[in-house]
């Protein structure tokens, strides 16, 4: 693991989330990039994590002097042990984290192997519950984590079983670790993205017209009739993160047009 951990830049005074230090895991990307950029405008100084380094490296290059970067793997654990070492190291403790590194990837229950179960379960649910195990040392009284789900895990849909089931968890783990937490004033809540145009859909090995035609069937079925921006899940993100969410604890809030609402 290597990292562009820098120190500390001088606190923003206005926004927000002034003076607090977040982490966003997956955040060279899609979601966590928009919302690092929405964490940085709102004065916090931010630390991205993701798999690949030339991405977070250039996310870093993009976001600018109150950003640093950490290359590792959330589904390994030795490398979780090496980012939270890292930061310690440079900032201590932090305020926030938005545990949103995630993977998607789908099959027909029929079709499903032992590799896409534990690919799926080894990054959304392992790799994210040991993020904020890890992180709970470093997180200051009053803190705020955030968790990305997906309004998948409220629906049954084809071919979802397993990443649904993964998102079902995360949804779960707010619930208890709100409670886990509450001696030490840390809010833990989640967010459960609809349909967004990521990079992540990109990745979805399937042509560009038959990617074409399921984007065009979902937004069908979402009321406001189309796909949502990075950018609205990330203002959900800052709500939470931020103390404008100081009574909402162990809440979920769905961001999907209202997919699995109706």
């Known amino acids: 693991m290597t990292s562009t951990l820098t120190a500390p830049q001088p606190l923003q005074t206005t926004g927000k989330l002034s003076g607090k230090v977040a982490v966003i895991t997956g955040g060279n990307s899609g979601i966590g990039l928009a919302t690092a950029r929405r964490f940085l405008a709102e004065g916090a100084q931010v630390v991205i994590t993701g798999r690949r380094e030339d991405a977070v490296n250039l996310a870093v290059k993009e976001l600018g002097e ?30 926030i984290l938005f545990a949103n590194a995630g993977v998607s990837e789908f099959r027909h229950f029929s079709e499903v192997d032992e590799a896409h179960y534990d690919r799926l379960m080894d990054t959304n649910v392992k790799g994210l519950f040991f993020t904020v195990q890890k ?44 409670v886990d937490l509450k001696d030490r004033g840390i809010r833990v809540n989640v967010i459960s993205p609809g349909p967004v145009l990521t990079p992540m859909f990109d990745k979805i090995n399937l ?20 796909f949502g921006q990075e950018d609205e899940i990330a203002s959900a993100a800052v709500f939470l993160a931020s103390s404008e969410s100081s009574y909402v604890n162990g809440a979920e809030i769905a961001v999907d047009g209202g997919l699995a609402q109706v």
């Open 66 to 95: 109150r950003a640093s970067g950490v290359i590792g793997d959330v589904s390994q654990l030795a490398e979780l042990d090496k980012l939270w070492q890292q930061i310690e190291q440079i900032y201590g403790k932090i305020d």
């Open 207 to 226: 042509p560009q017209e038959a990617l074409d035609e399921m984007a065009a069937g979902i937004a069908q079925l979402i009321p406001l009739g189309r």
């Open 135 to 178: 992180a709970l040392p470093l997180l200051r009284e009053g803190g705020s984590i955030v968790l990305n789900s997906s309004s998948a895990q409220q629906k049954g849909s084809p071919n979802f079983s397993v990443y649904s089931a993964s998102k079902a968890a995360v949804r779960s783990f707010a619930r208890n670790w709100a």
